[in-house]
């Protein structure tokens, strides 16, 4: 395991920017317990730094992950987040989307969010934002892109779709063979 370079950094909070903004302050400086990103192969891991240097113990061949896989890095140089991520950035989302319980089951088998299953939505979402779904119950499902804005998808017909699907808890099931490799 490596720390992340200055470029990869980069490409890293600027992802983590479009979904949790200023937030990755909160992420990085805990100053309780700190935190770190580290790469191993071309996966991003976020772990306690005391985490991190007892990895440094194993051999990188004999490692196969530690802490919270956040996501990869493709062989172009982008960052493309995991689900695995869902459970750190839905507490410190920007912008967050409550779709109704008819809307859940077909957006947890990789379907886009439509404006008939949303329940309700942050005020002032932009278009093209970082969005975290969440069920009624507040249970984080996923997270997304706005296709429209706050005030445009009011005036949307039901059919019509608010968020674009990046990632959600459904991939636990349908990708459990190559989730972790």
């Given at each position: 395991m490596r720390p992340l370079t200055e470029e990869e950094t980069k490409v890293v909070f600027e992802k983590l920017a479009n979904y949790i903004g200023r937030n990755i302050a909160l992420l990085v400086s805990n100053p309780t317990v700190p935190h770190v990103f580290r790469v191993q192969?071309?996966?991003?891991?976020?772990?306690?730094d005391s985490i991190a240097k007892f990895a440094t113990s194993v051999?990188?061949?004999?490692?196969?992950s530690v802490g919270?896989?956040?996501g990869k890095?493709?062989?172009?140089?982008?960052?493309?987040?995991?689900?695995t991520s869902l459970s750190t950035l839905a507490p410190l989302a920007k912008y967050k989307v409550w779709i109704k319980a008819n809307g859940?089951?077909?957006?947890?088998y990789g379907n886009h969010v439509l404006k008939?299953?949303?329940?309700?939505?942050s005020d002032d979402i932009p278009e093209h934002a970082g969005v975290i779904v969440f069920g009624m119950n507040d249970t984080p499902l996923g997270?997304?892109?706005?296709?429209?804005?706050?005030?445009?998808?009011r005036n949307l017909q039901p059919t019509a779709i608010v968020v674009f699907r990046?990632?959600?808890i459904g991939e636990y099931l349908r990708d459990e063979d190559t989730l972790f490799t």
């Open positions: 192969k071309d996966r991003v891991y976020y772990m306690p051999a990188r061949k004999n490692l196969m919270i896989c956040f890095f493709t062989k172009t140089g982008k960052f493309r987040l995991h689900i859940e089951m077909p957006f947890l008939a299953h949303i329940g309700k939505m997270f997304g892109v706005s296709a429209k804005s706050t005030i445009e998808a990046q990632g959600d």
